[in-house]
């Protein structure tokens, strides 16, 4: 079940966010640490009404956040639709006990229903470019990589930058 997380739930979806962070960083993929994502990004999701967990037995194993708002890193980038009338997707991870078995494209699903539902013109989103299997699931989801941005707090390579049109 998907659904919008509460405030109560940020010890158990930092706890999820921290596996996830190990898990890349035992295969070598060094794109979220200590200052991302941070406790501080999930209160602001939440308080927007912008965050969302997928449940499995009354556990929380995924988690996404999906909003209107542009962040500044993304301004410059070519995009292929206007700025104004698109959905962002940050933080999109699944515990990596019960990664492989769907639940990512279940909270893509959610995220590209809503989106059309509510007539946006696209969705778009970042992922690490040392990160080869997150680029393989947008692009055969049909995201097109654009641009390139940075964020020095979590890495010295770059981020791609992708947007699906709706």
């Keep these: 079940m998907i659904r919008r997380a509460k405030i109560e739930e940020i010890t158990e979806i930092l706890e999820l966010t ?16 200590e200052h991302y994502p941070s406790e501080q990004a ?3 999701d939440i308080a927007r009404d912008e965050l969302y967990v997928i449940e499995v037995e009354g ?19 070519q995009w292929l639709t206007q700025n104004g009338n698109n959905l962002y997707v940050h933080r999109l991870a699944v515990h990596p006990g019960f990664q492989g078995r ?5 909270l893509m699903s959610f995220a590209e229903k809503m989106a059309k ?43 791609h930058c992708y947007e699906l049109i709706l």
């Design 117 to 159: 539902e509510k007539q946006y013109d696209s969705i778009r989103l970042d992922t690490f470019s040392k990160n080869q299997r997150n680029q393989r699931f947008y692009e055969q989801r049909s995201y097109k990589k654009l641009g390139d941005i940075y964020f020095p707090q979590q890495s010295e390579y770059p981020f």
């Design 18 to 33: 921290d596996a996830c962070a190990q898990h890349m960083i035992e295969g070598g993929i060094f794109q979220w640490n």
């Design 102 to 106: 769907g639940y990512a494209q279940k």
């Design 59 to 77: 556990s929380i194993i995924g988690v996404i956040a999906i909003t209107t708002s542009i962040d500044k890193e993304y301004v410059p980038v």
């Design 42 to 44: 999930f209160i602001k």
